[in-house]
């Protein structure tokens, strides 16, 4: 059934309170449920009262005490519909719950004997019968009975106001939370946990305990989480004015978790991936995560909890907004330009295919079979970029004005993404209808740019032209609001300063070296003044809109921007442009059996930024990374598998060839800067280990002896994960004479601790091998491997089908058939994690015919099975339409 947001209704009957005592037992959990319940204004007062539960044992109902029978009430599968209410009472329902046999991780589930909960979306329905919907905010008062010498630690939302043990010998606590909130921040925790404190004092003076619940044997890895947890606290304060509201903020982390994290209202949980690190353990890549969602779920305090959304369909609403206010307490606290060049590769490698699929869908939403589909990057991560170029369009004085008046205006409130835009525009007394387009229209706009240099007048005219392709369900669209943050570099390589031809001479804005261009209409054209010499266009500064930018600038000038541009995102740009170009020439003389020979240009101004000791070595690095297998795809428009794969590697192979010794140079230069200090995680650390890194891996590419030799010592003598997975990443790559006893090494030391042995899956399942499928088949019968833990199947075979694309696309489409078959199996358990899976096939109509018709066969017998989840009903049959 699809749900429609033009079919959105206010709820019939509000709930300002409910009581809840939990009962806890691994297998029979016993939920009561007493909430007051209170009819709407405009509702008739026959009215059903309509409550959504799923797979409940229902024990008993009862109304002001009395119990309702059966002749009262209809119970569905989804619903519980109760006939002839009063406009006010309170409802008790009693129900019972099987948490132990909850594997598909949503509602009250266990994780490692530890009780926990997951309710975003739709979770609370698997606790309690409920109107579980984001528009209906309650007061949670809720006790949890216990054993003590078993589950020590006990917790839910806001304060605890009771403790005892009961005449049953269990102990009874009780936790009450003063702020009214939607049923899916609810959540409740119960175990033996260690616990981590650490005080904290809002700007207004407020003392706050933060409390971080790990399992005891991973007390020593929580100092990071809880450093990141404070910084960000600090920074919501002084970045948005805004502190926190409860006396005690806890996260738990737990292994067993279908998502990164959750924002429950003073209870967040974690996937312990997204807390847990210690130098050896984790590499930068996991320190910066941890950083980023810890962060992220704190901001959500606010944006998210405070203000919520009214429907599912506003998700963007709070993860858009949350993901951009990540963004930028991560550029504050990273570096800013490789936080950006960050945040880019992840739209352009999952957002752009996204919304060149059959599951393209606006950053709004209008239908859905399954939210749960929903929580993608088109929301996350465009949903980010949308606020961006809003902040970017107003500038930031006008954005915090937006900002102060969107909270005061609807603190407490469930609200829409029209409610968001509109406080911008009160309070900067804006028209942002055509802005509102980008919530509404699915699609990458592409812009094209032609340029034009006048001698004679001094004049440069830049025009712009943008289209929108159809999406599914959306055949036409209107031109789109985009930002183009421009410069024009002059032959010095100095910015130019920018007057339009129809300003003043002495206009404000006339002696700017950086402005923002606003393309409104489907072409657009400006005209600079007083440009003496044919500039180099500088466009889209800082990826200031999501779009894509077809550039006709010429090699020489890709590669005098890579060495001039002042703006660090754009040097790093025109290094992917030209790599990008580089690639599709040889993809194409490979196709047409010419030989390869990689450019003396290219080699040449790739050499030049490794040289540039004036450059920041983690910019460096960013610079020399060659765009990703997914976004190459991504740039054809039919998918080449072996060519992209096959001219990747040559480039990769001439590079550590031909400027072997400068690569060495560099990595001895900088491990020595290295040796003997102590891990830190400060952006030039992480920097300098990011450039050896990238150099070790081109002189492993060809396997020449020097490259190897270093590659073996880092991975055995490193005292951090970073270095040692640097290692280990090109020993994978070799013969397995080489590659197996380094996993083996790397097995034995590290077998205890699950986010270790997920990286060690993981480099297996991506290794670029022959008989890549064959390796991933016999990890499956690992003992460590499961089918019941999401980090685990995400590592082996998630990694494997969305990152090892030679042994995922092996042409006989046994990797489709592998891929089918895992779906089907993880269907019955865990339909969220199994959807997300479906993910590689939904670009099949984008490869050959052969690996078209094998990919579709493999979609169509997972669409033949009976009893499909939601979840994977929606993702196979949107791709196959
Ligand atoms: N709100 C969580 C976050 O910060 C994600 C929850 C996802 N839950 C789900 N069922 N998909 O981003
Ligand atoms: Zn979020």
């Not at 409740?188 to 207004?204: H, I, K, N, Q, R």
């Not at 929903?374 to 004085?397: C, D, Q, W």
């Not at 930002?483 to 390589?493: F, H, Q, S």
Request: glycine fraction near 6%; charged fraction near 25%; include cysteine.
């Amino acid at each position: 059934k699809t749900i429609l947001l033009s079919e959105y209704t206010p709820p019939a009957y509000l709930v300002p309170s409910i009581d809840l005592e939990f009962r806890l037992d691994p297998h029979a959990t016993r939920v009561t449920a007493v909430s007051r319940m209170e009819r709407t204004a405009d509702t008739p007062a026959d009215a059903p009262l309509v409550l959504n539960g799923a797979g409940l044992k229902l024990v008993s109902v009862a109304i002001d005490g009395a119990p309702v029978g059966p002749d009262r009430w209809l119970q569905e599968e989804e619903r519980l519909v109760i006939r002839k209410v009063p406009a006010a009472f309170e409802l008790t329902v009693v129900t019972e719950i099987d948490p132990a046999g909850n594997t598909a991780l949503e509602g009250l589930y266990l994780s490692n004997g530890i009780f926990c909960t997951q309710c975003e979306a739709e979770g609370f329905r698997k606790i309690t019968y409920f109107p579980d919907r984001p528009d209906v905010m309650a007061r949670y008062r809720t006790t949890i009975i216990g054993d003590p010498a078993v589950l020590p630690v006990m917790l839910s939302n806001g304060n605890p106001v009771a403790d005892e043990i009961g005449e049953d010998g269990l102990r009874h606590i009780t936790w009450e939370d003063p702020f009214p909130k939607p049923s899916y921040l609810f959540a409740l925790v119960a175990g033996d946990l260690a616990l981590c404190e650490s005080p904290f004092t809002t700007m207004s003076g407020r003392d706050v305990s933060l409390r971080l619940y790990v399992e005891p044997r991973n007390a020593d890895k929580c100092e990071h989480a809880m450093a990141s947890l404070k910084k960000a606290m600090v920074w919501d304060e002084q970045a948005y004015g805004r502190e926190y509201d409860l006396d005690i903020y806890m996260i738990v982390a737990v292994d067993d978790f279908n998502m990164g994290a959750m924002e429950n209202k003073g209870l967040n949980v974690f996937n312990s991936k997204y807390i847990l690190a210690r130098p050896d353990t984790a590499t930068d890549s996991d320190y910066g995560g941890i950083e980023a969602v810890v962060a992220h779920e704190y901001f959500h305090n606010w944006t998210g909890n405070r203000i919520t959304c009214r429907d599912w369909f506003q998700l963007s609403l709070k993860e858009g907004l949350t993901v951009f206010r990540e963004q930028q307490f991560v550029a504050d606290h990273q570096s800013a330009a490789v936080s950006r060049i960050h945040d880019v590769r992840v739209l352009r490698a999952a957002q752009f295919p996204e919304d060149a699929g059959p599951t393209a869908h606006p950053v709004r939403p209008d239908s859905y079979i399954e939210i749960s589909n929903f929580y993608t990057s088109t929301v996350y991560n465009k949903g980010a970029e949308v606020i961006r170029m809003l902040h970017t369009l107003i500038g930031p004085e006008a954005f915090a004005r937006g900002m102060d008046l969107y909270f005061e205006r609807h603190d407490g409130q469930a609200v829409t993404c029209e409610d968001f835009v509109r406080a911008h525009a009160d309070a900067n007394e804006l028209d942002l209808g055509d802005f509102f387009r980008w919530y509404v229209q699915a699609g990458t706009p592409e812009v094209s740019v032609e340029t034009r240099h006048d001698p004679e007048s001094r004049s440069f005219e830049l025009t712009f032209t943008q289209t929108l392709k159809p999406t599914p369900g959306q055949p036409v669209k209107k031109p789109m609001v985009i930002p183009v943050r421009t410069a024009l570099i002059g032959a010095d390589g100095a910015p130019l300063a920018l007057r339009l031809a129809n300003e003043a001479a002495d206009a404000p804005e006339a002696d700017q070296t950086e402005r923002v261009l606003v393309l409104e209409d489907r072409v657009t054209r400006f005209t600079f003044a007083d440009v003496a010499e044919r500039p180099v266009p500088s466009l889209l500064r800082g990826f200031s809109a999501p779009v894509k930018l077809e550039t006709r600038a010429e090699d020489a000038d890709l590669a005098f921007l890579m060495g001039h541009d002042d703006d660090a995102f754009n040097r790093w740009e025109a290094a992917q442009t030209y790599a990008i170009r580089v690639i599709h020439r040889l993809i194409a003389d490979a196709a047409a059996g010419r030989p390869l020979v990689l450019p003396a240009d290219f080699r040449d101004a790739f050499a030049r930024t490794i040289g540039d000791d004036s450059l920041d070595p983690a910019l460096i690095a960013e610079a020399l990374t060659l765009p990703g297998e997914s976004y190459l795809a991504e740039t054809m428009t039919r998918i080449d598998v072996e060519g992209i794969t096959a001219a990747r590697q040559f480039v990769r192979r001439e590079i550590g060839r031909s400027l072997e010794g400068l690569l060495l140079e560099v990595f001895d230069r900088l491990a020595a800067e290295d040796a003997g200090k102590p891990y830190s995680f400060d952006p030039a650390s992480v920097g300098r280990r990011s450039l050896a890194n990238l150099c070790l891996a081109y002189l492993g590419a060809p396997g020449g002896t020097a490259g190897l030799e270093r590659a073996r010592r880092r991975f055995e003598t490193a005292d951090n994960m970073t270095d040692a997975l640097g290692g280990l990443l090109v020993l994978a790559d070799q013969e397995d004479a080489l590659s197996q006893p380094a996993f083996d090494a790397f097995y034995a030391r590290w077998k205890d601790e699950p986010l270790v042995v997920d990286k060690w899956f993981m480099v297996q399942a991506t290794a670029s091998r022959a008989n890549a499928l064959d390796h991933v088949l016999k990890l499956m019968e690992h003992p460590a491997f499961s089918m019941r833990n999401p980090n685990r199947v995400r590592s082996l075979i998630g990694a494997f089908a969305a990152s090892n694309p030679r042994g995922f696309h092996e042409a006989s489409g046994r990797g489709y058939d592998f891929l089918a078959d895992q779906i089907i199996t993880l269907d019955a358990s865990n339909p969220q994690i199994a959807a997300r899976l479906v993910g590689p096939f939904k670009r099949w109509r984008r490869y050959d015919d052969q690996r078209q018709a094998l990919m579709r066969q493999a979609l169509e017998r997972i669409a033949a099975r009976q009893g499909l989840s939601r979840d994977v009903y929606e993702m196979v049959s949107k791709s196959l339409a």
